[in-house]
DNA sequence: GCAGGAAATTTTGTATACTTAATCCTGTAA
DNA sequence: TTACAGGATTAAGTATACAAAATTTCCTGC
């Protein structure tokens, strides 16, 4: 038999909040966007009381802002909030690595490894959003090997700060060696069971991309 | 002339976040408590729909929990959330000493030292909660030399969700003796700007408030 | 022609009314 | 006496209506 899934019952605030947090970190609401209740209730065809609501839980994470009988827009988020958020991930990645080494059961190593073969295939084959699918889902291996609920948690607050600025997407040659190169480290440190190592790779791994995104922020600062 | 204060232009529902949040921090809603619109409402002189905005809001930051129509109540924290917290916490103050240090000014410094002989002297005095009060000013200060807005907001969202267990209240005096070691430690890296030591000891001293709060909660798991 | 101000419109903030879902209690049957 | 069913009650979810604030527009006076 296969596992019993829960009956997910939502609530249309809660649907809402998933939306438009699509919406936003899918550039289809760009940071400073008037949030206009009418309109938007409008296009969902839901009444303004629990769009209000899932605004307002936006604006708990930080993705939308309020002000006060002047309504609500996507946050804008200035280049010093970009490279802070990376050096925090850094730190919640180094931590995860820590943790997550010593943790993974071989099942999630051989996962892990397999996602790396995938990712190196996808790059090899000009599929970029493989590429990230995989990259992604690597460091959600490690996260979830970490096996910290608030680690995650908070970790999915920060990522979807910085996902919606899809820099990631322009990776230059170098860079991309740089990556993979960390990528392979991490595979050698999660073998050998070394936390300190793994959690060293990570945040080295994390201030390669800060650097990078810092680079691309000084270099066109106007493209969005 | 004195500094200028903008008006704050407060809506219903940020108020009852604000007051909620304290209702819960102080202990007046412990967690597992239903939070039954109606009384709430009456109790606060106002209509559901900001109330709901709020406890929306409150759900986003993890202080509350939404059952689809069956209303929302005091998240419930287990041991081991208490103790990932601890765990993250270890790492953005590691992270927040690591950036505090070197960017230090010698006011902020003084502040500093000011506040860690205020508390040295409220905790001969026994007031506890003077003691803590300067405590957290001083985690505070490290936060605010820091100069991440993110690492400041990251921080706050998980410490909201461990001093309303106030555990800590009950110190030890073996580990009052580390707790302030490892403050005079804390002073010595500052005043060198030495980035890696302050990261070094503030992940120290989580690691003894972690270590301590784990033992309290082996040997008195019932006691809230 | 431009500036200032007042009215109109739009939009948000709050309250209330209505609908739906869950729980509780009672009654009946085994 | 217990277990189940069905209605009654209560509370949450959603929609709408009303009030207040902000923005826009248009008119008047200089």
Redesign the interface.
């Known amino acids: 038999m296969t596992e019993i899934e829960p009956i997910v ?3 249309l ?2 649907e809402l909040v998933d939306r438009l947090r699509t919406l936003i970190a899918e550039g289809t609401l760009t940071p400073g966007t008037k949030l206009v209740e009418k309109d938007l209730c409008d296009s969902f065809g839901v009444s303004r ?1 629990p769009f ?3 605004v ?7 993705l939308v802002v ?1 002000m ?2 002047r309504g609500a827009s996507v946050a804008t988020v200035t280049h ?2 970009i490279i ?2 990376f ?2 991930m ?3 990645e ?2 995860a690595g820590e ?1 997550a080494a010593p943790r993974i059961t071989p099942e999630k190593l051989e996962e892990i490894r397999g996602l790396h073969a995938a990712m190196l295939n996808c790059r090899r084959a000009g599929d970029l959003d493989g590429y990230y699918a995989r990259n992604r889902g690597i460091h959600d291996a490690i996260f979830a090997a970490a096996g ?4 995650a ?2 970790r999915r ?2 990522h979807t ?1 910085i996902v919606n600025l899809r820099f990631v997407a322009r990776i230059g040659d170098e860079a991309w060696a740089t990556a993979i190169a960390e990528h392979e480290e991490m595979l050698v440190a999660l073998n050998a069971r070394d936390g300190a190592h793994l959690g060293a790779v990570l945040r080295r791994h994390l201030e390669s991309k800060r650097a990078q995104v810092a680079h691309w922020l000084q270099h066109r600062p106007a493209g969005a």
Not at 56 to 62: D, I, Q, S, V
Not at 148 to 151: A, G, Q, R, V, Y
């Open positions: 019952r939502r609530s605030h809660s009381t209000r609501e899932a307002r839980a936006l604006a708990a994470e930080g309020l006060p009988s010093d909030q802070d958020s050096v925090v850094g730190a919640l180094g931590l943790l910290n609920e608030t680690l948690a908070t607050i920060i700060r």
